[in-house]
């Protein structure tokens, strides 16, 4: 069983940077697909970027430019960078990792932007 914890919301004002970090407990982290979702108040959730176990990266088109994936092998953790933050990038956040019929969510961290 793989346990997956959020951690690194709070508050950030328009305009500042977030760093989001994902633990994949009781597993490697690297061995996964990795996704960073996100669900705004009153709106479906919504994938943010992904990560494969080979690197490949993907971003939603609201956060590109502005977001970047990554992974830590030596430390086990997933990480979702968020900078220019905006008022509608207001969400729950939340860690995904895949591996075959594996799927593993986080509890979710939430990020307000809001001066």
């Known amino acids: 069983q793989v346990s997956v914890v959020e951690s690194g919301g709070g508050l950030v004002q328009p305009g500042g940077s977030v760093r989001l970090s994902c633990a994949a407990l009781?597993?490697?982290?690297?061995?996964?697909?990795m996704g960073w979702y996100r669900r705004a108040p009153g709106k479906e959730r919504e994938v943010v970027a992904t990560m494969t176990p080979d690197g490949v990266t993907n971003y939603a088109d609201s956060v590109k430019g502005r977001a970047t994936i990554s992974r830590n092998s030596v430390e086990n953790l997933g990480y979702l960078e968020m900078n220019n933050l905006r008022p509608d990038d207001t969400a729950v956040y939340y860690c995904n990792v895949r591996l075959g019929n594996y799927d593993f969510w986080g509890p979710g961290t939430q990020v307000t932007v809001s001066s």
């Open positions: 009781g597993s490697r982290i690297a061995v996964f697909d």
